[in-house]
């Protein structure tokens, strides 16, 4: 972030501060695993509301950097389809390939299973599920590294513009910032997005595809019970 130019650190400071809290949850965990304590043992439940408030703050402070703009028709048929494909993939393994369940993750029952704990930890999971990390991760992965990797001066770079460095080396990335178990989702899911920018050239088409499938991924946890999806 030292030196970087005014569109860098606003494409770069929210993702970079989404991977700072996950460290410092992870971090925490690992210090104090077997602690009495939750807040100690089992840091993501205040760490991920934090994260989400800090990773908006700075969403805001960039946000007409973004260029946000409304997508047509069209695009967004295509952004609904490709988040509503990605989420099958997500889900197949577990639905028609006889895939142990994944119940082990953030539990919004773990404040209990009603009242206002369990209403704000459901609420904080699917602000940060549908809304923060689309945002945080689309506008990284394809509204700035993608284009980065082609031209350093990236805001002279138009969205949608191919190659095959950068293809790859962000499909790489956005591989390995998921758990091993959720590479090939992660893999398809990027080819989908990566299409959806290449065909709209619209960034907003990209997040609203990631919310989809964060949506729609969201609502099969709660009904499945299958923590470990998200």
Not at 40 to 47: G, K, R, T
Not at 58 to 70: D, P, V
Not at 151 to 180: N, Q, Y
């Amino acid at each position: 972030m030292f030196g970087a130019r005014h569109p860098e650190k606003a494409y770069l400071a929210p993702f970079l501060g989404f991977l700072l809290f996950l460290g410092l949850a992870g971090m925490v965990a690992h210090l104090f695993d077997g602690s009495r304590h939750w807040a100690l043992s089992e840091p993501q439940y205040w760490a991920y509301p934090l994260q989400s408030f800090a990773c908006s703050v700075l969403l805001i402070l960039g946000w007409r950097s973004y260029r946000l703009t409304a997508p047509g028709f069209s695009t967004t048929a295509l952004a609904l389809a490709a988040g509503g494909i990605a989420f099958v993939v997500w889900i197949a393994p577990q639905c028609w390939m006889a895939a142990a369940p994944r119940t082990t993750g953030f539990n919004p029952e773990f404040f209990g299973a009603a009242g206002g704990g369990y209403l704000a930890n459901v609420g904080f999971r699917f602000f940060r599920l549908v809304i923060v990390v689309p945002l945080v991760e689309e506008i990284f992965w394809r509204g700035f590294l993608l284009r980065y990797l082609i031209d350093e001066d990236f805001t002279r770079v138009p969205l949608g513009a191919f190659s095959w460095k950068s293809w790859g080396i962000v499909m790489a990335g956005f591989c390995l910032e998921h758990a091993r178990v959720d590479w090939l989702g992660a893999f398809v899911t990027g080819v989908l997005y990566n299409l959806v920018i290449y065909r709209t050239r619209s960034l907003s088409a990209c997040v609203l595809a990631h919310a989809v499938t964060n949506l729609l991924l969201g609502l099969y946890v709660m009904k499945t019970r299958q923590w470990g999806f998200w």
